[in-house]
């Protein structure tokens, strides 16, 4: 059973950082390419960053030089580190990924940024 259980997300004032974390069992995790999404109520979910199986990766032009993703392939774990958090980074976080069959998420986790 493929399972993605997302955790760190939190209350931070502005200019802080957070930084999240998402394990995922089930699947042969090395070979998956990753991804983190964020959803804002009465907006579309939007890709927010992305690793390869290789480890190339790719953000989004609002995060790009402030968030990081990076994976832990013993611990089966996908992580985004958020720095120089701003207000507009508000959302729910989700981690994903894609077989040619399905998508897979995790529940979510609330990332809270005050001003």
């Known amino acids: 059973q493929v399972q993605l259980v997302e955790s760190g997300g939190g209350l931070v004032q502005a200019g802080g950082s957070l930084r999240l974390s998402c394990v995922v069992s089930g699947i042969i995790f090395s070979l998956k390419g990753m991804d983190w999404y964020r959803q804002v109520p009465g907006k579309q979910r939007e890709l927010v960053a992305l690793?390869?199986?290789?480890?190339?990766?790719n953000y989004v032009d609002s995060v790009k030089g402030r968030f990081t993703i990076s994976r832990d392939n013993a611990k089966n774990t996908v992580y985004l580190q958020m720095n120089s958090l701003k207000p507009e980074d508000t959302g729910v976080y989700y981690c994903h990924f894609a077989t040619s069959r399905s998508d897979y998420w995790g529940q979510g986790t609330q990332v809270t940024v005050s001003s």
């Open positions: 690793i390869t199986p290789g480890g190339i990766t």
